[in-house]
């Protein structure tokens, strides 16, 4: 399956869910290729930061791409690995376009405030015009930094359920410090030394969702798009 973390919107998660949903899906025995195509390099990052780190299996492989290489050379890659990972970089990118010529399915995180809700529509229009090329391009939504209390997460997910164009996955990734402490030292939530239960929870019932292959095109089906 090739999966993009994506969307049009800076520090909504993508890299996040990219690198927790690498390290789990090949800590399960699959081959997994992390593609980095957003030129900030924060996945790269985040695995050199795992290299380093001892104890700490790196069973995906990592590269970067940028622009049109992101289709030719996953193309060539596709048979080679089991999954494929892409993380894009937070704007309407050539990288990010070439990647959903190819993708099985488009995540797109959402932090649930009024400008990053106000990308959805250029969002979906956006995949509505992919989906022109790449017709089996699945794309869905969901919320990451959810709040721990408020009207926010409601509030966000009502707009989000409202689009034809992406499922919404009725799960979130709330706000929590373990997922930024995983990220400063190159590892997923899972793999903390200093648990967190519920950011476990979450990150693992994502990854259901998403590698449960069924799971998806019932959801996508049912959305309508
Ligand atoms: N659920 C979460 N709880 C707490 N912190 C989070 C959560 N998700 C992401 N972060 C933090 O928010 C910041 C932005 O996240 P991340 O880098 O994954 O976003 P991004 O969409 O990849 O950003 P960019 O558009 O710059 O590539 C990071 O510091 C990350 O550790
Ligand atoms: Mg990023």
């Not at 899906?25 to 030129?39: E, K, M, P, S």
């Not at 996953?74 to 704007?91: H, P």
């Not at 990451?144 to 996955?169: K, Y």
Request: aromatic content about 6%.
């Amino acid at each position: 399956m090739i999966i993009i973390a994506g969307g049009i919107k800076g520090g909504s998660g993508k890299t996040t869910v990219a690198t927790n949903l690498a390290v789990i899906r090949a800590g399960q025995g699959n081959d997994v290729l992390l593609v980095d195509a957003d030129d900030q390099e924060t996945a790269t990052d985040f695995t050199n930061l795992r290299n380093e780190q001892d104890g700490v299996a790196n069973r995906y492989t990592s590269i970067k791409l940028t622009g049109a290489a992101v289709r030719t050379e996953i193309l060539k890659l596709r048979t080679k690995y089991q999954d494929i990972i892409i993380d894009t970089g937070g704007r309407d990118t050539t990288s990010q376009r070439a990647a959903m010529t190819i993708a099985d399915v488009l995540l797109v995180p959402f932090v649930p405030r009024s400008f990053d809700v106000w990308t959805l529509e250029k969002v979906s229009a956006l995949v509505e015009e992919m989906r022109t090329v790449n017709p089996k391009l699945q794309a869905c939504s969901f919320l990451n930094r959810a709040d721990p209390r408020g009207q926010d997460n409601a509030d966000a997910g009502e707009v989000l359920r409202d689009c034809s164009a992406l499922s919404f996955i009725d799960l979130q990734l709330g706000a929590r410090k373990a997922f930024s402490n995983a990220a400063a030292q190159g590892m997923s939530v899972t793999e903390l030394r200093h648990a967190d239960p519920k950011a476990i929870s979450e990150i693992l019932l994502l990854y259901k969702y998403i590698f449960d292959t069924e799971n998806i095109s019932e959801r996508y089906q049912q959305a309508g798009a």
